[in-house]
């Protein structure tokens, strides 16, 4: 159907504020043409450049808001709405143009290729539609795609930060990392991270521009705020080599492209200070079941990316924050500790901070993280932290943009034992062929037994370490899926005695198959930042 047939079967409508009276300063509250009709209304014939700008237009941003991803539309199928994790709606909002491996242009090449398609299409479509004068339904239509494309990616980006876990309050293990080895995109998101209430603030702020986008007479402002809040992103993320500028930006060019009519209208009211009578263009649908179907439409994605997603998200929060693991820490280990005394091999390593081999320093999270220094460089995790969702040992939040020489290490608790058994969380080999994932998966399975005996926790005993409200179907699904495709990491086996928790002991086996006996000693130290008063997880 064309766009004329479409305006055939609705009622088009210029809606305009209401008309104050006159009086000696404001002289005439609007100009008029024939009919009566206000001069800034939609044009009636559109200029030859102004139809070719849109048919471009048009394909281009159609085509940015169409998933081109299967998996994408796969999945809808693949949740158990009735148990949803955040990541569920999360991904569904959170997608972009991202068919070219590896792209150029600082990751900007899908967005060069769907430009030169939009061109090519855009001039064929300007030779075989010649005639048409207007666009006007077309261009409503798309201000509506657009709107709503960027409210719910807005709002899907912004919850992350109403109920902080995008940039977690640092770990131990952070704190005492020195400053010079992080990286400048880590100092920028930990600068964030020790103010909770400040990303509160900026997720607000997002979420506001994304409710306002929803609605066609609040749109203009939530483009404004928008453009704003994610235009100053972009600029972080490219200075501080953030990595997500090219997501950023994707909210910029929709917020522009929102705002590009309405540019003649904010100049004349603030910059030349004249009176100005907003004028929109809007469409009302004649059959009552196309209001009806509207409007439940409408109430039904403000619902789930408002409603439903504040309520998972807020289950995130409390229960499995995704940055950090969800699993409980032994809690009688929580803490920094100063190493007094290492054997390596029943040798005795007396302390130096050029030794390569002797820890310095450990600390225990409130979750199942071990962390320890060694005077030995470590390889950079350049990414955000995010991991997977799913399993705890990916969530890499305390290794991304951390150098120097701090190993973290994810571990799964026997109590009754009191052995601790542990995985590198660092990745030595993360791409492998299918068959090396083969082999990875024979040896994974032969590793969980030593002598006969289980050293690495089951599914379900891993499960039992989470709370409840937690363990929705994507987590339980997950732990399974990703232990299978799990690549090989490195492992130690270490058994832990204390009485009150200022003195550890620490004996067992590590990574390279040495012996190791640790004396460590709590120090209990005093740091110049505040504790959180918004702490996720609830351990």
């Given at each position: 159907?064309?766009?004329?047939?479409?305006?055939?079967?609705l009622?088009i409508?210029?809606?305009?504020?209401?008309?104050?009276?006159?009086?000696?300063?404001?002289?005439?509250?609007?100009?008029t043409?024939?009919?009566?009709?206000p001069?800034?209304?939609?044009?009636?014939?559109?200029?030859?450049?102004?139809?070719?700008?849109?048919?471009?237009?048009?394909?281009?941003?159609?085509?940015?808001?169409?998933?081109?991803?299967?998996?994408?539309?796969?999945?809808?199928?693949?949740?158990?709405?009735?148990?949803?994790?955040?990541?569920d709606?999360?991904?569904?909002?959170?997608?972009?143009?991202?068919?070219?491996?590896?792209?150029?242009?600082?990751?900007?090449?899908?967005?060069?290729?769907?430009?030169?398609v939009?061109?090519a299409?855009?001039?064929?479509?300007?030779?075989?539609?010649?005639?048409?004068?207007?666009?006007?339904?077309?261009?409503?239509?798309?201000?509506?795609i657009?709107?709503?494309?960027?409210?719910i990616?807005?709002?899907?980006f912004?919850?992350?930060?109403?109920?902080?876990?995008?940039?977690?309050?640092?770990?131990?293990?952070?704190?005492n990392?020195?400053?010079?080895?992080l990286?400048?995109?880590?100092?920028y998101?930990?600068?964030?991270?020790i103010?909770?209430?400040?990303?509160?603030?900026?997720?607000?702020?997002?979420?506001t521009?994304g409710?306002?986008?929803?609605?066609?007479?609040?749109?203009?402002?939530?483009?404004?705020?928008?453009?704003?809040?994610?235009?100053?992103?972009?600029?972080?993320?490219?200075?501080?080599?953030?990595?997500?500028?090219?997501?950023?930006?994707?909210?910029?060019l929709?917020?522009?492209?929102?705002?590009?009519?309405?540019?003649?209208?904010?100049?004349?009211?603030?910059?030349?200070?004249?009176?100005?009578?907003?004028v929109?263009?809007?469409?009302?649908?004649?059959?009552?079941?196309l209001?009806?179907?509207?409007?439940?439409?409408k109430?039904?994605?403000?619902?789930?990316?408002?409603?439903?997603?504040?309520?998972?998200?807020?289950?995130?929060?409390?229960?499995?924050?995704?940055?950090?693991?969800?699993a409980?820490?032994?809690?009688?280990?929580?803490?920094?500790?100063?190493?007094?005394?290492?054997?390596?091999?029943?040798?005795v390593?007396?302390?130096?901070?050029?030794?390569?081999?002797?820890?310095q320093?450990?600390?225990?999270?409130?979750?199942?993280t071990?962390?320890?220094?060694?005077?030995?460089?470590?390889?950079?995790?350049?990414?955000?932290?995010?991991?997977?969702?799913?399993r705890?040992?990916?969530?890499?939040?305390?290794?991304?943009?951390?150098g120097?020489?701090?190993?973290?290490?994810?571990?799964?608790?026997?109590?009754?034992?009191?052995?601790?058994?542990?995985?590198?969380?660092?990745?030595?080999?993360?791409?492998?062929?299918?068959?090396?994932?083969?082999?990875?998966?024979?040896?994974?399975?032969?590793?969980?037994?030593?002598?006969?005996?289980?050293?690495?926790?089951?599914?379900?005993?891993?499960?039992?370490?989470?709370?409840?409200?937690?363990?929705?179907?994507?987590?339980?699904?997950?732990?399974?899926?990703?232990?299978?495709?799990?690549?090989?990491?490195?492992?130690?086996?270490?058994h832990?005695?204390?009485?009150?928790?200022?003195?550890?002991?620490?004996?067992?086996?590590?990574?390279?198959?040495?012996?190791?006996?640790?004396?460590?000693h709590?120090?209990?130290?005093?740091?110049?930042?505040?504790?959180?008063?918004?702490?996720?997880?609830?351990?």
């Amino acid at each position: 159907m064309s766009a004329t047939e479409i305006g055939a079967e609705l009622e088009i409508v210029e809606d305009s504020a209401d008309q104050p009276v006159s009086g000696p300063d404001l002289g005439k509250t609007t100009d008029t043409v024939n009919g009566g009709i206000p001069a800034d209304a939609p044009p009636l014939v559109w200029k030859d450049y102004q139809k070719i700008a849109f048919r471009i237009a048009f394909i281009f941003f159609v085509l940015m808001t169409i998933p081109e991803s299967a998996k994408w539309y796969t999945q809808l199928f693949q949740f158990d709405w009735t148990s949803l994790h955040y990541r569920d709606l999360y991904d569904i909002a959170r997608y972009q143009p991202s068919f070219v491996r590896g792209a150029g242009y600082y990751g900007y090449a899908e967005w060069l290729v769907l430009f030169a398609v939009s061109v090519a299409g855009g001039i064929v479509w300007s030779l075989l539609d010649r005639k048409r004068k207007e666009y006007n339904v077309l261009y409503y239509w798309l201000t509506v795609i657009v709107r709503y494309r960027a409210a719910i990616g807005i709002i899907g980006f912004a919850f992350t930060k109403v109920l902080p876990v995008q940039m977690p309050y640092p770990s131990t293990g952070i704190l005492n990392t020195n400053f010079g080895d992080l990286t400048a995109q880590k100092i920028y998101w930990l600068s964030i991270s020790i103010v909770p209430w400040y990303q509160v603030f900026a997720g607000i702020v997002e979420l506001t521009s994304g409710v306002l986008l929803f609605f066609r007479k609040t749109a203009t402002l939530g483009a404004i705020i928008l453009f704003g809040a994610l235009g100053d992103i972009v600029y972080v993320n490219f200075a501080y080599d953030g990595g997500v500028h090219v997501y950023s930006s994707y909210f910029v060019l929709f917020a522009a492209f929102l705002l590009a009519k309405e540019m003649p209208k904010i100049y004349n009211l603030f910059i030349l200070e004249r009176y100005t009578v907003p004028v929109d263009f809007d469409i009302h649908f004649k059959e009552k079941w196309l209001k009806t179907t509207r409007i439940v439409l409408k109430t039904g994605v403000i619902v789930l990316f408002l409603f439903v997603f504040f309520y998972i998200q807020l289950n995130n929060f409390l229960y499995d924050p995704y940055k950090q693991p969800a699993a409980r820490g032994v809690s009688a280990l929580r803490g920094y500790y100063q190493v007094s005394e290492f054997k390596l091999n029943n040798q005795v390593i007396p302390y130096s901070p050029q030794d390569s081999l002797r820890w310095q320093d450990v600390t225990f999270e409130k979750w199942t993280t071990l962390t320890f220094k060694q005077n030995k460089a470590v390889p950079l995790d350049l990414s955000n932290g995010g991991g997977s969702p799913m399993r705890d040992i990916n969530r890499t939040f305390e290794i991304a943009g951390v150098g120097g020489g701090r190993r973290v290490f994810y571990y799964e608790a026997d109590t009754i034992n009191h052995i601790l058994y542990l995985q590198d969380k660092f990745r030595a080999m993360p791409g492998l062929s299918e068959g090396k994932k083969k082999k990875g998966r024979r040896s994974e399975a032969k590793q969980h037994k030593v002598n006969g005996q289980q050293n690495f926790l089951t599914d379900q005993q891993e499960y039992a370490q989470i709370d409840a409200a937690g363990l929705t179907d994507r987590r339980l699904k997950g732990i399974t899926a990703e232990r299978a495709l799990e690549t090989k990491r490195n492992r130690m086996v270490l058994h832990y005695s204390t009485t009150d928790g200022k003195e550890v002991l620490l004996k067992g086996i590590n990574e390279n198959k040495d012996s190791v006996s640790l004396v460590l000693h709590r120090v209990e130290r005093q740091y110049a930042l505040k504790l959180s008063t918004l702490n996720a997880g609830k351990y």
